[in-house]
Nanobody, 115 residues
Framework: QVQLVESGGGLVQPGGSLRLSCAAS????????MEWYRQRPGNPREWVGSISPGETTNYADSVKGRFTISRDNTKSTVYLQMNNLKVDDTAVYYCAGTYGTLQYWGQGTQVTVSS
């Protein structure tokens, strides 16, 4: 069992930045595909982006150019750097780790973008 713990959420003004972290509880993190999802109020959960074990990244069109995913395997942590935040980015953000058929989820962290 792998536990994923997100942190770094909070309240930020439009145009601001936040960095979310997702820390994994066990070794072997480097072999996981790590993804970020979000769930905006009244909407289904949506994929934000991913980073492979080889650090290839992919992003949803809605965040491309504003969000950056990175990982530090020495700390078993993946990051989501969010810049130029918009009110529409307000959501609960979740990280997920996938290894083969196994997938683990964090509990989510709230990001609120408001003036």
């Amino acid at each position: 069992q792998v536990q994923l713990v997100e942190s770094g959420g909070g309240l930020v003004q439009p145009g601001g930045s936040l960095r979310l972290s997702c820390a994994a509880s066990r070794d072997g993190f480097s072999g996981y595909v790590m993804e970020w999802y979000r769930q905006r109020p009244g909407n289904p959960r949506e994929w934000v982006g991913s980073i492979s074990p080889g650090e290839t990244t992919n992003y949803a069109d809605s965040v491309k150019g504003r969000f950056t995913i990175s990982r530090d395997n020495t700390k078993s942590t993946v990051y989501l750097q969010m810049n130029n935040l918009k009110v529409d980015d307000t959501a609960v953000y979740y990280c997920a780790g996938t290894y083969g058929t196994l997938q683990y989820w964090g509990q989510g962290t709230q990001v609120t973008v408001s003036s």
